[in-house]
C-alpha cells in the first residue's frame, strides 16, 4: 500500500511540475514576447549550454514537429528550421539570428545522434582476418608504435610488445570490434609521440623511492614488489581496447555531449570522437601513474575512479575535453 501511494504521489508531482512548467512558459511568452526557444538563443552563449536548453526544450515540447526535428536528416535541417519559424510564428527577417542559432544547435543535435550510429556500427564489426582492409590497419598499426622494429611475421609473440595478449591480436578485439582498432591506429598514427612514450612507460619497470610510512607498511618482498612495480605497468594495447569502451559508453550515456558541443560548431564526427579517445588515453596513463597501484588487479578500481573524475568534468556545461597535444590540433572551441 505504501509503495502504491509513493508511486501515485510521484505520478501527480510530475503532472503538476509539467502543468506548472507549460503555465510559466505561457506567462513568459505574454510577458516577453518571445518564445522558449527564442529566449535560449537570444540568453544563452553558444556551445552546450545552449544546444542542451534547445534539445531538452524541442524534446518536451508538446508539438509532434519540435520532437522529431531532434531526429531528422542533415539535409532536411534547413526546412525544418523554416517549418519551426512559422509554426511559431515568428518573421525570419526580423530575426536572422534566430534561424542561424537554431540551425547551429540541430547540427550538433542530430550530429551527436549519427555519430552515436556511425560508431556503434564500427563496434559491432568484427575484425576479419580474412579481410585485407582490416589487416593492413592492424599491420600498419605495429609500424606507427615500433618504427624501428620490423615484425616477424604476422602470427607472432611480438605483438605483446604492444600490449596484446597472445601472438594473433584478432581475439582481442572481440568486445569492441573494429572501433578499437580505429581507435589505437588513429593515437599511434595522430599523435605518434606520445602514443610511443605512453607505450615505453607501460612497458619499463618503474623504480621510485620508498617512504618511511610505506616501509612500515610492507613486508620486506612488498616492499621489493613496490619498488620495483613494472606495471606503470600495464598492456598498452589492451588498455587502448578497454578505454575505447570507456569512450564508447561515455557517448551513448550522453555524457560527452557537453564537450562535442562545446568543440564541434556543427555535427560531431568521428574524428571528434577518436580525439576524445587521444584524450582519454594520456589522461588515463598520467592517473594511472598518479594513482601509484601495487599491480595490474588494480586496474579496475583505477579505470572506475578515472571513470568518475570524467563524467564529473563533463557536468560543467562549459567543459571541454581539449588535449595539448598533436591529436587535437583540429579541434575548434566555439
Not at 588498455?239 to 551513448?252: H, S
Request: proline share 4%.
Amino acid at each position: 500500500m505504501k509503495h502504491f501511494l509513493r508511486m501515485l504521489i510521484q505520478v501527480c508531482l510530475y503532472f503538476y511540475c509539467k502543468f506548472l512548467w507549460r503555465c510559466m512558459k505561457f506567462v513568459m511568452r505574454k510577458l516577453t514576447g518571445r518564445c522558449e526557444l527564442q529566449r535560449i538563443c537570444y540568453s544563452t552563449k553558444p556551445g552546450a549550454s545552449r544546444t542542451m536548453k534547445i534539445e531538452t526544450s524541442l524534446r518536451d515540447s508538446k508539438s509532434k514537429l519540435l520532437q522529431t526535428s531532434v531526429s531528422v536528416h542533415p539535409d532536411a535541417i534547413e526546412k525544418t528550421i523554416d517549418d519551426i519559424m512559422e509554426l511559431k510564428q515568428i518573421n525570419p527577417d526580423i530575426n536572422p539570428q534566430l534561424g542561424i542559432s537554431l540551425q547551429a544547435c540541430l547540427l550538433q543535435i542530430v550530429g551527436y545522434r549519427n555519430l552515436i550510429a556511425d560508431v556503434e556500427k564500427l563496434r559491432r564489426e568484427p575484425y576479419d582476418s580474412d579481410n585485407p582492409q582490416h589487416e593492413e590497419m592492424l599491420l600498419k598499426l605495429w609500424e606507427f608504435l615500433k618504427p624501428n622494429t620490423p615484425l616477424e611475421s604476422r602470427i607472432s609473440k611480438q605483438w605483446c610488445e604492444i600490449g596484446f595478449q597472445g601472438d594473433d591480436p584478432k581475439t582481442d578485439f572481440r568486445g569492441m570490434g573494429l572501433l578499437g582498432l580505429y581507435n589505437l591506429q588513429y593515437f599511434a598514427e595522430r599523435d605518434a609521440t606520445v602514443a610511443q612514450q605512453v607505450l615505453s612507460d607501460s612497458l619499463h619497470p618503474k623504480c621510485r623511492d620508498i617512504t618511511k610510512e610505506e616501509i612500515s607498511k610492507f613486508s620486506k618482498a612488498e616492499w621489493e614488489k613496490k619498488r620495483m612495480d613494472k606495471a606503470i605497468g600495464y598492456s598498452f594495447a589492451i588498455v587502448g581496447i578497454n578505454i575505447t569502451d570507456l569512450a564508447y559508453n561515455l557517448l551513448v550515456s550522453g555524457a560527452l555531449k557537453t564537450h562535442f558541443y562545446n568543440i564541434a560548431p556543427e555535427a560531431p564526427t568521428l574524428s571528434h570522437f577518436q580525439q576524445a579517445f587521444c584524450y582519454l588515453m594520456h589522461e588515463f596513463h598520467k592517473f594511472w601513474i598518479e594513482e601509484d597501484p601495487m599491480d595490474i588487479m588494480e586496474f579496475n578500481r583505477v579505470r572506475e575512479k578515472f571513470r568518475k573524475r570524467i563524467i564529473k568534468q563533463l557536468q560543467n556545461p562549459n567543459m571541454a575535453l581539449c588535449p595539448h597535444f598533436a591529436a587535437s590540433e583540429g579541434l575548434i572551441n566555439m
